[in-house]
């Protein structure tokens, strides 16, 4: 699964909205769906399985966006962050007594279906290290400032302006707006991030280049998975 594609995080944005009681359980599935397709956990639909984790204690949901290096929302165990950080990203289920760990891969099946399987795991407890999103909001713009005056200092050949495509970063209802507007702003840095362009620069331009764009990556993706837990950060902070 291609660390841009939406499911973990439309998963935990209309999850978090659900269980908030902002929208309900059918809503909540549908957009998750017309984002990647039909989803399935193991053999059971999203929304079956979303509602048996309810009945289960489901509190809330948790998102992570992990690189090599940095495992940004995991906390083990191995098997569960080596699989999230391979996919690029996971939700975690936090229930009252333990937390689960959904990590999405492709469901092919025959020549027409394409849709979204989601590996259920077992996760560590919730990372409490995490940006809140004032903080994220912070990183995410002395980031850009730092990588728009190092890029700046590159005298490279001219970059065409990238198309952004579909994903917005768009939340659900329910959320702040402070949160909508974070998550919007990094999900467009993010698609410009994927799009960067290496030729016609030299080993040390590429060099320069690669740090600032590093730096930069590693704020988006803290922001965006700030914003899809300001659902319930006031909550948290009481």
């Not at 929302?73 to 569960?80: E, H, K, N, R, Y």
């Not at 730096?215 to 006031?234: K, M, N, Q, T, Y």
Request: aromatic content about 2%; proline content about 6%; charged content about 20%.
């Amino acid at each position: 699964m291609r660390p841009e594609s939406p499911v973990c995080a439309s998963l935990v944005a209309w999850g978090n909205a659900w269980l908030a009681g902002h929208v309900g359980l059918d809503e909540a599935a549908d957009h998750v769906e017309s984002a990647c397709g039909p989803a399935v956990v193991g053999e059971v639909s999203l929304r079956k399985y979303l509602a048996n984790l309810r009945t289960g204690g489901l509190r809330e949901l948790r998102l992570a966006l992990p690189a090599p290096g940095d495992p940004l929302g995991l906390s083990g165990p191995a098997s569960f962050n080596s699989a999230a950080v391979d996919a690029g990203q996971a939700a975690i289920a936090v229930l009252d007594d333990h937390n689960i760990g959904l990590v999405p891969a492709l469901d092919l099946r025959g020549s027409s279906y394409v849709g979204v399987r989601l590996d259920v795991q077992e996760s560590g407890p919730v990372r409490h290290d995490l940006p809140s999103l004032s903080e994220a909001e912070r990183e995410l713009s002395d980031a850009m400032r730092s990588a728009t005056e190092a890029l700046a200092s590159i005298d490279g050949p001219a970059q065409s302006r990238p198309s952004l495509g579909r994903q917005d970063g768009a939340l659900a209802p329910g959320y702040p707006a402070r949160a909508h507007r974070v998550s919007t702003l990094a999900t467009r840095l993010a698609a410009v991030l994927r799009l960067a362009d290496d030729r016609g620069l030299t080993s040390g331009q590429i060099a320069v280049r690669g740090a600032a764009l590093r730096e930069l990556d590693r704020a988006v993706r803290r922001a965006v998975v700030a914003a899809h837990h300001a659902i319930f950060e006031p909550i948290r902070n009481q």
